[in-house]
């Protein structure tokens, strides 16, 4: 029996002392590591390729990093996870809203950023193992997509306003432990017309984790961002 080939990563950085850290690391945690220095190139290796999962510099010396982000996402559903220096929310929302599943700053703590891998590709590999599934279990809480109802521990449905159904929905859609941005969750859930109305989401999430109880713990902010649904 063949062995099983180590899932490919693409790195997209142009600074080689990050490819030197990652290369090995990466090697060692069982992956693949693909590199590319430029935008160009990294598009062309995720291509030719076809990487599970793309770590992604913005500062590339070809273009910002954020501009490659919905390219990507014409050919892959691979996760892109963000790695850069960049460290003000609006960068961080941007890149969000383009399309990557996950930012990490540099600098960065290895164990930390290999988690956000093994998680990535765990909501990567649920999706494409049960694209059709509507109930999502976490930790306390269950959810039924198609039945529109939740429950926590078991118990009754939740009585939930529509509002708050379609919030937790859209983060359950998110993905766990995937930050949804706060445009994201507003346009979901109140329309394009409402997507500076922060307020409203607060309000709300407010709401709906009073009435989660012992589940509340599940919806977890990410300041100035928006927020992410599961368990630590």
Same mark, same amino acid.
């Given at each position: 029996?063949?062995?099983?080939?180590?899932?490919?990563?693409?790195?997209? $950085? #142009?600074?080689?002392?990050?490819?030197?850290? %990652? !290369?090995?690391? =990466?090697?060692?945690?069982?992956? &693949?590591?693909? +590199? *590319?220095?430029?935008?160009?190139?990294?598009?062309?290796?995720?291509?030719?390729?076809?990487?599970?999962?793309?770590?992604?510099?913005?500062?590339?010396?070809?273009?910002?990093?954020?501009?490659?982000?919905?390219?990507?996402?014409?050919?892959?559903?691979?996760?892109?996870?963000?790695?850069?220096?960049?460290?003000?929310?609006?960068?961080?929302?941007?890149?969000?809203?383009?399309?990557? $599943? #996950?930012?990490?700053?540099?600098?960065?703590? %290895? !164990?930390?950023? =290999?988690?956000?891998?093994?998680? &990535?590709?765990? +909501? *990567?590999?649920?999706?494409?193992?049960?694209?059709?599934?509507?109930?999502?279990?976490?930790?306390?809480?269950?959810?039924?997509?198609?039945?529109?109802?939740?429950?926590?521990?078991?118990?009754?449905?939740?009585?939930?306003?529509?509002?708050?159904?379609?919030?937790?929905?859209?983060?359950?859609?998110?993905?766990?432990?995937?930050?949804?941005?706060?445009?994201?969750?507003?346009?979901?859930?109140?329309?394009?017309?409402?997507?500076?109305?922060?307020?409203?989401?607060?309000?709300?999430?407010?709401?709906?984790?009073?009435?989660?109880?012992?589940?509340?713990?599940?919806?977890?902010?990410?300041?100035?961002?928006?927020?992410?649904?599961?368990?630590?």
């Amino acid at each position: 029996m063949s062995a099983v080939a180590p899932p490919h990563i693409l790195v997209v $950085d #142009d600074e080689p002392q990050i490819h030197r850290f %990652l !290369g090995p690391a =990466l090697e060692a945690a069982g992956y &693949a590591p693909m +590199r *590319a220095a430029t935008m160009a190139e990294g598009l062309r290796l995720a291509a030719e390729r076809s990487p599970a999962l793309v770590l992604l510099d913005l500062g590339l010396p070809d273009g910002d990093g954020k501009l490659a982000i919905p390219k990507l996402r014409r050919f892959t559903d691979a996760p892109v996870v963000v790695l850069s220096a960049r460290d003000q929310e609006a960068e961080k929302v941007a890149s969000l809203d383009a399309g990557a $599943d #996950d930012y990490v700053e540099k600098p960065f703590a %290895l !164990g930390e950023l =290999l988690a956000r891998i093994r998680a &990535a590709l765990r +909501r *990567a590999g649920a999706a494409s193992r049960s694209p059709t599934e509507t109930v999502i279990r976490a930790g306390a809480l269950e959810v039924d997509l198609g039945r529109r109802t939740a429950r926590v521990e078991g118990r009754e449905p939740l009585k939930l306003t529509p509002r708050e159904w379609d919030l937790l929905a859209a983060l359950v859609r998110g993905g766990e432990g995937r930050v949804v941005t706060q445009r994201q969750l507003l346009t979901a859930v109140w329309g394009p017309a409402h997507v500076e109305d922060a307020q409203y989401l607060r309000v709300y999430v407010g709401h709906l984790r009073q009435k989660l109880g012992p589940a509340a713990g599940l919806i977890r902010t990410e300041p100035g961002v928006g927020y992410r649904f599961g368990a630590e």
